[in-house]
């Protein structure tokens, strides 16, 4: 399991996946459909999404099938950004088809 926040040309998004990388083919195929083409990926504790977004997280879990799957979390970008410390964020994953 992997959160992360995803940015692209219309903002923030906290995702939770089952993805094992964030550059995985089929999970990038998956952004492309949700129009994300290009994207800089931070990947944050999943334990620390878990508690900021304690019902909203379990609920998204129900639904989040065991292997190669991906559900949005939050797409309010103000939000994100106030849950998160940037010393909570790992390393910038950059994506950008061939």
């Known amino acids: 399991m992997k959160s992360a926040i995803i940015f692209s040309g ?3 998004i906290l995702i939770l996946t089952t993805y094992e990388s964030l550059t995985n083919p089929a999970f990038v195929k998956k ?13 944050l504790p999943v334990e620390k999404v878990k508690s900021v977004y304690a019902g909203t ?13 991906l559900r949005v979390l939050d797409y ?3 939000n994100i950004f106030n849950a998160f ?9 950059r994506f950008e088809p061939d």
Do not use: C, R, Y
């Open 57 to 69: 997280f379990d609920i998204i879990m129900e639904d989040l099938h065991q292997t190669d799957d």
């Open 85 to 93: 410390s940037v010393k909570e964020w790992g390393p910038a994953i």
């Open 76 to 78: 309010n970008g103000h």
């Open 31 to 43: 952004l492309a459909a949700k129009g994300i083409n290009k994207f800089v990926a931070i990947e």
């Open 10 to 12: 219309t903002g923030p």
